[in-house]
């Protein structure tokens, strides 16, 4: 069956743009060498100011310093070497205890575990009914041994935006060291770090139209930091393997492909979205919070049904959209986003995440309130559940 | 200055092969859903389709069984991934002893440095004047702790091969695990799981005209293993993070355009050039085995010439190759593979990396040794030593 997507979910990948392959190419083909030879032959030293201005480039945009941008293979990676690259280095300087949201996306939240399996101590901050989580909780937990926090700058499922700058605020107040995700506000929020004082930041170019296995970490100059992927001396000495040189022109590419205008395109489109679909369908719950959320997102509760029969029946009509029931469909766990704002399962599994991307256009938003009107509806009927 | 390259390092990383564009395509633009989707919308199945083959494609190539071959970012975190992984998961049950090869790949080795620095003991082992581990010494040094053994099946920069099938079987009797790194073999040598029984291989694309990026390591089933990049529950929850499916398509075509035909012209090109530069320049040394050595890859040391001052004159005439001298040029120190077996840093200095690859030809290696005379003799007559 042949069916034009219209919708996808680019909170997990994205459809990459024309013009990014088109920049990579001279990197496949032409210029190919390997970047770390300052001697040698000349196509070395092509690539290496390839990879040196793509990192100036990202590094620029959010406000870094030099040699504070490391390139790694994307966000995945990023947060691994981040968190267990601060905890490790730490652990007999300042202490063994951790600070995490129950929110993270797994490579956050996993890293923690499978630290604290290591014997560290984890505090797991909650969340309120929005996801929000409260900064002062963070200035109560902090004890002198606490040597890391990481708090997302918003969340990959609901999309709500955390007051990140007074995390940090706390955090430099209190000498704690802290990461934040940035995978799903990067490009799409403004991210200074003269204005939110990180220590580490992941981002990553999947989200907006870039190549897959390609990131970033932004490193502040003299954050305690034990190497995480051993190598040779690449990437400033903090991480080794050799450097994706069309991956980091090709990152570079999707974000000089950005704009605000797109982002207020996004905007548009999801509050049209939200309001068709909470005033037309009864028993809709917006997940997340109602204007604190990044443009690109929506996440909806629909009672009554399960949120993968509404996708299998998008799917047939074109739209791709995910659950938020199972970031990952192997689990067969509910959404523990959606458990953290105080939902019961139900409701996790009755969620939908639409993500909207730089491909979709306003018709495309009123064509699928529409197909939800209907589908909801239908399979309401089936179930004979619930509508009363 | 345009310089069309006729010899390129393809030990580091190749050019790629614009069949291998063409077959990731379609995986940029059409099916780029996540894989992990199998319910939801069809492109995730057709994106899961995708990986699901280039995977059982490339195990089936090396005899690996069914959920024994994961995906990874390329050779680096394969190498990581498996002698950290094993080596975290047995310390308390088997030991803290570790054994390795002197002249591992950087990922190999430092690996195995930041476990010694974590208190695991290491046994480093020594290699002959060729780069040959012994066998029986593996025998000798294992103890009832040991539960690693890293031995790479063919050298990165001398491109001697391990006896690595003895070697397996020493470590299967004695109960040991065994990694090897064959990023520099695959497709290049036969590496047949039956016949080599490793427990943990590594291999990459980027050495065989493929995207940079991406890798596999094989795990063959019931291995200890402490996951390395935690994340959701992808590849067969071994390792977390997003799938690389366009890499991982690249990956497959890549070794799909291999054949035992153009290993035999690597062969033909190989002993030529070693035959004309041994043969018709004075005080030179071939560094590595000679004939147990991989297809690709010759390795000569220069008497009275810097490598780099080669390389510089070999760049200006068109011919990419690097020094065995730092295998990372950020580095200054000479090569530990070249020390290891039993050189001085001025061999090590006055030695050069040739790496042959599908785009080079029989006319690039006679051009390329008649370059290589005139170089190296200009060379040594404006030093005005050694030549005496």
Redesign the interface.
């Known amino acids: 069956?042949e069916?034009k997507?219209r919708y996808?979910?680019n909170s997990?990948?994205?459809?990459?743009d024309?013009r990014v392959?088109e920049a990579m190419?001279p990197y496949?083909?032409e210029k190919?060498?390997?970047p770390?030879?300052?001697?040698?032959?000349?196509?070395?030293i092509e690539a290496r100011e390839a990879l040196e201005d793509s990192r100036n480039y990202l590094a620029n945009y959010i406000g870094a310093g030099e040699g504070e941008l490391i390139f790694t293979?994307?966000?995945?990676?990023s947060s691994?070497a981040a968190i267990k690259g601060a905890a490790i280095a730490q652990k007999n300087k300042k202490g063994n205890h951790l600070i995490v949201s129950k929110i993270e996306d797994?490579?956050v939240l996993?890293?923690f575990?499978?630290l604290e399996k290591q014997g560290y101590e984890v505090s797991y901050l909650d969340v309120d009914e929005y996801g929000m989580v409260d900064p002062e909780t963070i200035q109560k937990l902090i004890k002198p041994e606490t040597s890391l926090v990481s708090v997302q700058h918003a969340n990959q499922e609901i999309g709500t935006i955390q007051d990140i700058k007074t995390i940090a605020e706390i955090c430099n107040e209190k000498n704690v060291l802290l990461h934040t995700d940035a995978t799903h506000t990067f490009t799409k929020l403004p991210l200074d770090l003269h204005e939110i004082k990180a220590d580490m930041v992941t981002i990553s170019a999947?989200t907006l139209h870039g190549?897959?296995?390609?990131g970033a970490l932004y490193l502040k100059k003299g954050t305690p930091f034990n190497?995480y992927?051993?190598?040779?001396?690449?990437e400033f000495n903090k991480r080794?393997?050799?450097?994706?040189?069309?991956?980091a022109v090709g990152f570079k590419k999707a974000v000089e492909l950005t704009s605000s205008e797109e982002n207020d395109k996004f905007i548009q489109m999801r509050d049209h979205l939200m309001q068709r679909v909470l005033n037309e369908i009864p028993h809709t719950t917006l997940n997340g919070h109602p204007t604190e959320r990044i443009p690109q997102n929506a996440n909806i509760t629909f009672d009554y049904v399960e949120g993968?029969s509404i996708?299998?029946h998008?799917?047939m009509r074109g739209?791709?959209?995910?659950?938020g029931s199972a970031?990952?469909?192997?689990?067969l766990q509910a959404s523990h986003v959606i458990l953290g704002i105080g939902g019961d399962p139900e409701r996790a599994h009755g969620s939908l995440r639409i993500t909207f991307g730089r491909f979709n256009s306003m018709d495309d938003v009123g064509a699928m309130a529409d197909a939800l009107n209907e589908i909801v509806s239908k399979l309401r009927e089936i179930s004979a559940i619930g509508t009363q």
């Open positions: 069956m069916v997507y996808l979910d997990s990948i994205t459809r990459m024309e392959l190419k496949f083909f190919y060498a390997i770390t030879s300052e001697t040698g032959y000349s196509m070395g293979s994307g966000s995945s990676e691994n797994f490579p996993n890293s575990k499978s999947h190549p897959s296995g390609i190497k992927l051993d190598g040779g001396f690449q080794g393997g050799l450097e994706n040189i069309p991956g993968e996708t299998l998008l799917d739209f791709a959209v995910s659950t970031c990952f469909s192997r689990s």
